[in-house]
């Protein structure tokens, strides 16, 4: 969702200084979102807060944000103090050490020592401004108020009504984001509880949001709980795959394994947010039907495994054998919407090399909405086209023609799609060479199967619904049995001995070629992607917005 | 209905007097809650969107204040208030005797639906304490044997 950078090009822009430096912005949000505006909060302006967000509402509850402004009486809560010309601000004064100190010795009043159990414990942020700016002791004597430890707010959160610290971000987000207003706070004072309306749960395609949105351990994914300690995890930066938005992610690794999705903030593509089905959608990376090695079929007909290298070499015995009895005019191609640019530019320029023009791009739909979630279930749908792949549908009359002989087929969206029924039309063509991340019924009609690794295993980039180009990094590291569908499909066309393909398969290489042979990819490569990306160049060959 | 449509015609009406769509919510709610004894969430739904809230807002609302309840009560409010210039003039043992007399807990309802009993902070009248509100009527400079003749003289 394009929501503006910083805000409309009119606006006044002022000057003011905080602890000694000066910063140009806009005049008009508060102190707070004009600094979050220019990308300076939380590096070199560190004013600590609970309650505010940046795709928030302001709601001033914490008054942790409190800051001495000069010529003002008394402190000033930043997150709702709009920003003037000339304003000299002090974010680390004594009266603000003081205050900081004292907020954190109230918030922390009624807040359970349960760290050792929390799951937030790492990456909370009450731990890390206790320590950073809270005093060493507790000071109370008087007894912490005991709630219920464990709600079921709904399918995906759990609520901890001892930890919560009442900032009331996910009321504000449920009201303002997926606007179905579930949360409210319930009570008065300390016995302030937040709560659902009887007989409702917490249930809508983004409820996840609140446990990133938490700053404590009250809010807690039902998946994630007690599943991996905050410092055991590595950040790996990615796009979800569930949808054409891509919106950007950070996918944890610990183990060797992805034990959950976060989103990444992308002002451009998804603000802070993702959906549930796209952060629950890592689960398929280690699903028991992901496919981890190759099959060819046998003169029983029965598949056996056989190393990656064989599959290929009888992949590439099987299309040469078509070609010189028939012509590549019998030789087909499937894309997959779900690989990378850079998979489907190695897969179009082996179609291209062998010569033929058979080629298909079949993209499942689904639900969409006016949030985030894309009717086109796969990442790359949008890249696919760009590249010159286009709707199978004519390429299967082609096959229901008989005029395929050999088809090379990347994953099976061509089933999930609902283009066909089964596999059966394809069970028709003498030479079917599979090649996807996950096992189908497309296998039963396959003469060899190579497996590819997922997204979360490779790098790349990927073009979302807008036209927007993101980066991919491999999140864990592969069996070298396990090919990107690019690497395959240039290994294929070596062992074929077509020209323009190099010895080795380089990454870098491959985008660079993609962005000279591509016209909306022009000037656009892997190496040169910024992190959050950058815009196709439109179909006029005028260069798109590039932020 | 929940909310009658003439009660629900007084609430929209007096809704209008307000600058802002929630301005007259609790106005309504006090309305709600004397003519059905508390303010349900079927009634939380039924108001919601007079005032461009949500259900769970209103509920909410109820929720912050001692004088609203979603709880269904009996016919009568007894509110005995415990603040600090009552409870100095013994409004604590005071409440103590009521609930031996009509038999129930603050918070509780007697059982033939009667009589919801509470206790309140601060009803303004610290010069005659103890005191106790009914519905919405003050009795002040109260002593068991006379706050137990107006109980005994609820319907």
Known sequence: MATAAGVACEA???RITVDGLEYRLHAGPSLLAALDQIGVLMGEVDIPHYCWHAKLSSDGSCRLCQVEIDGQTGLQTACN?????????????EAVVRARQTVLEFLMLNHPLDCPVCDQAGECKLQDYAWRYGAPNSRS???RRKLEKRIDLGPGVVLDRERCILCRRCVRFCREIPRTGELAVFGRGDRSVIGLFPGVQLDNAYSMNVVDLCPVGALTSRDFRCKARAWQLESVE?????CARGCNIWLDVAKGEVQRYRPRRNDAVNDTWMCDAGRLSYAEIARSDRLDKAWIRNQESVLEPVSVASAISEAARMLAGLVAE?????IAGIASPHATNEDLFAFKRLLDEIGTENSGLAVPHGEADELLICAEKAANATGARAIGFEDARSLLERIR???VDGIVILGHDILTAGYLDDETLLGKIDSVILIDTHQSSLMRVAQVVLPARHLAEKAGTLTNCDRRVQRVRPALAADSELLTEGEIVHRLALALGLNGFEAGYDLPRVSRSLAAAVPPFAGITIESLPSDGAQLVSDGGEKGAVR | MVISKAIRDQIEAENANYPRARGGLLAALHRVQREYGAITPEHATALAPIFDMTAVEVLAVVSFYDMLSSQPAGRHQVRVCTNLSCSLAGAREFLREIENHLGITRGETSADGRITLGHEACLGACANAPMMRV???YYEDLDTESARQ?????D
């Open chain 1, 12 to 14: 006044e822009i002022v």
């Open chain 1, 81 to 93: 103090t709009p920003v003037r010309d000339g304003m000299i601000v002090h974010t680390r004064s």
């Open chain 1, 141 to 143: 004597r008087e007894p």
């Open chain 1, 238 to 242: 990615g796009v979800c795959g569930g």
């Open chain 1, 326 to 330: 028939k012509g590549a005019g019998v």
């Open chain 1, 401 to 403: 023609g008989g005029g």
């Open chain 2, 135 to 137: 519905d919405d009527r």
């Open chain 2, 150 to 154: 107006v109980l005994d003289a609820l």
